[in-house]
C-alpha cells in the first residue's frame, strides 16, 4: 500500500489524538470529514493502522517501576519459545529478540521493586532460562512514536 503526506497526518493526528474526530482531522490535513474516514479504513484494512487505544500512565494506576530484562537461554531457542514464555507475563509489556549475547530483551512494568524481584523469580524459573540481567528505569526522559510526526 501506497502511503502519502496526507496519510501520514493522518496517523500523526490519531496518535496525538485517537479520539479525534474526521472532521478535526480533516481540518488538519486539508480534506472531507468523509474523506478522512476513508482513508482511515483503507490504513486499517492493509494493517498500517492495527487498532486504536488509550495511552495510560502505569504509575497512575500504582505499577510505578518499570524495567528492562535481558533474558538468557540454554542452547538455541525459538521466537515463537519466548513469545509463549514471556507472554505469559502479566508484568510484560513487550519483548524483542535482539543481536548479542541475551536471547530477548523484556520490558516490564510492576507495584515497585519487590513485585519486580518475584517477576524475575518466575522468569529465572523458566525451562532453559541460564540468566537475566536488569535495568530498572529510573525517569523516562521521552518516548516517541513509532512514525515520527510529518
Not at 503526506?5 to 500523526?12: H, Y
Request: glycine share 8%; aromatic share 4%; no cysteine.
Amino acid at each position: 500500500m501506497d502511503v502519502d503526506d496526507i496519510d501520514r497526518g493522518i496517523v500523526t493526528a490519531l496518535q496525538r489524538d485517537a479520539r479525534a474526530t474526521f472532521a478535526e482531522i480533516g481540518a488538519e490535513v486539508g480534506l472531507s470529514a468523509p474523506a478522512v474516514k476513508r482513508r482511515v479504513d483503507r490504513l486499517v484494512a492493509s494493517g498500517a493502522i492495527r487498532g486504536f487505544t488509550a495511552v495510560v500512565d502505569p504509575a497512575a494506576l500504582g505499577w510505578s517501576t518499570e524495567a528492562y530484562v535481558e533474558v538468557s537461554y540454554s542452547g538455541v531457542v525459538s521466537p515463537r519459545r519466548l513469545t509463549q514464555d514471556l507472554g505469559a507475563l502479566p508484568e510484560a509489556v513487550s519483548a524483542w529478540t535482539v543481536s548479542g549475547a541475551p536471547d530477548a530483551v523484556l520490558q516490564v512494568q510492576t507495584r515497585d521493586v519487590r513485585h519486580l524481584e518475584e517477576v524475575l523469580q518466575r522468569i529465572r524459573g523458566l525451562p532453559d532460562v541460564t540468566g537475566t540481567q536488569t535495568e530498572i528505569v529510573l525517569s523516562r526522559l521521552f518516548q516517541r512514536a513509532a512514525v515520527p510526526p510529518v
